[in-house]
């Protein structure tokens, strides 16, 4: 059975940091594009970052995340991370992470799959 599940998330301060987990089961995360999507209470879902499956690995990142966040990926344990850093009230969502064909121009969101049950992040002091 294929499936990601998101970990990761909880409660931090502003200016605080999280990396968030996604890990993988039924398949190897490494041959896919894999993006991250959060989706706060009352806003539509937004693609925050997303990391190609190609060769060099091209990364994407919202403008109002870049400077702040960093995807990765541990091929050895089949997992990608998104460090956050800098940590700001409006970021609180709900974080899922998707597989997807292309972070070119963004991830797009009809076109993601395997959503999982998403973890939460709530910045507040």
């Known amino acids: 059975q294929v499936q990601l599940v998101a970990s990761g998330g909880g409660l931090v301060q502003p200016g605080g940091s999280l990396r968030l987990s996604c890990a993988a089961s039924g398949f190897t995360l490494n041959y896919y594009t894999i993006s991250w999507f959060r989706q706060a209470r009352g806003k539509e879902r937004e693609g925050v970052s997303c990391?190609?499956?190609?060769?060099?690995?091209?990364?994407y990142y919202a403008d109002s995340v870049k400077g702040r966040f960093t995807i990765s990926r541990d091929n050895a344990k089949n997992t990608v991370y998104l460090q956050m850093n800098s940590l700001k009230p409006e970021d609180t969502a709900l974080y899922h992470c998707t597989t997807g064909p292309s972070c070119r121009p963004r991830p797009l969101l009809h076109l993601q799959s395997n959503w999982g049950q998403g973890t939460q992040v709530i910045v507040s002091s």
């Open positions: 990391i190609s499956n190609s060769s060099d690995g091209s990364t």
